[in-house]
Structures are given as C-alpha cells and as structure tokens.
C-alpha cells in the first residue's frame, strides 16, 4: 500500500499508478496525481514456539481435519500403485512438509491448500527431489568413508572399529545436524542447490544455536 503525499489518501493497487519517469517509475494517486510513498509496517516476526499451537489447533479444526484424513487416505491409497507407489507418496508427504514450513517462514499460521501446490512439477517432483537430497546429506557422506576410506572388508572383520571410528562418527553427526537446516534453507528457496550453501545452513546454527540444537534433536 501507498500514501499520497498530496492528499494524504491512503492507497491500496487499484488506486496507484505508476509513472515512468527517466529510468525508473514512481506511483503517483489516481485521485490527485501526487506522488506516493509506500507505507512501511515493521513486521512481527514471531518465533516457531509462539505459532505451533495456532497451527497445532487449525489442524483439528473443521477445515484441518478433512484435510487432513484426505491427505492420509491419499497417502494409503498410492502405497497399492505398483512400483511409483511409494514414490507419489513420499512425494506428496514431502510437498505437504515443506510448503508447511514455506508458509510459516513468511509468517502464515494457515495449512496448505490445494492451489498451493502448483503444478505437478513444481508442487510434487520438486519438494521429493528436495527431500532425497536433504537426505543423501546425511549418509552418502559417510557411505562414501566407509567405502573409500575404511573398506567393505574391515566392516565385515571388524564392525566394532568401524562403529566406533571418530571421523565416521564426525561425518554423520555433522551430516544430522547439517540435514534440519538444509530442510529449511530449501524449502523456502526455488533452488536445490541453496542446500549446498554452509554460509545459509550453518548461518541458522549461529544465530540460533539453543532452538537449532532442539529442532535437530527433534526431528
């Protein structure tokens, strides 16, 4: 929204045009032609903590609850599709988790609806392909120690050492704690890739280190 420095008029779309003016554009009022500024609200971050229960309650009420139970008969009913079953349904498990946590980091407290899922490509395919990756963080780097660096043999002469060996163990802590922030810098970015950026994940552990460990230990 807008307000007109002329009159004063406070200004939604409708009643703002812009003007193109040099190289730029500026919004002037449709009732007086003045100039427009935008009106700048400071906006209320509010922590996970404080919207759960808002989101927790909307999911048992008359609108979450058939959402919800079609959601999981969808969910049983693509385990009996040979084959793609269990793919579809992890697919859409993971759509549905990830424009859940999408939504919540723009501040809304609502469930997912159907139009929020887009195209069978951007609202399906994508968000598992997210999920595997999210995933793959956390064992393929281990999988790839214990292959090239320790060896199939030693696992099966002597699995002790390998459970107990300190740069595996270093590899998959850090590949779990890694995976939860990875889960959201991919979920509110358009990229697969952002996942991939320690800067972004690991910016989440640095700024919130207390409620990072908590939601890893959780999840």
């Known amino acids: 929204a807008w307000a007109c420095d002329q009159c004063g008029k406070a200004l939604c779309p409708s009643c703002a045009a812009y003007v193109a003016v040099g ?8 009732h007086c032609g003045g100039l427009a500024g935008p009106i700048r609200v400071p906006k209320l971050i509010k922590p996970y903590w404080a919207m759960f229960p808002t989101f927790f309650a909307r999911l048992f009420s008359i609108e979450g609850i058939p959402q919800v139970m079609a959601l999981a008969v969808f969910l049983y009913l693509a385990g009996f599709v040979p084959f793609i ?8 498990y993971a759509a549905y988790f990830l424009l859940v946590i999408n939504k919540t980091a723009s501040g809304d407290e609502g469930l997912p609806l159907p139009g929020d899922f887009e195209s069978w ?7 598992f392909v997210k999920w595997l ?11 790839l120690y214990l292959i090239y660096g320790i060896g199939f043999l030693t696992l099966l002469t002597d699995p002790m050492s390998v459970i107990t060996d300190p740069i595996l163990i270093a590899i ?19 990229s697969v890739l952002t996942m991939f950026n320690p800067m972004a994940v690991l ?6 280190p207390a409620q990072y460990l908590m939601l890893t230990g959780i999840w």
């Open 23 to 30: 190289g730029g554009r500026s919004v002037r009022c449709v």
């Open 85 to 92: 079953g269990w793919l579809i349904a992890l697919g859409v």
């Open 121 to 127: 490509l951007d609202g399906i395919v994508m968000p």
């Open 133 to 143: 990756v999210a995933y793959a963080v956390i064992w393929v780097p281990g999988l």
């Open 172 to 190: 998959v802590v850090f590949g779990v704690i890694y995976f939860p922030g990875a889960i959201i810098v991919t979920a509110i970015s358009d």
């Open 203 to 208: 910016g989440l552990l640095a700024r919130y």
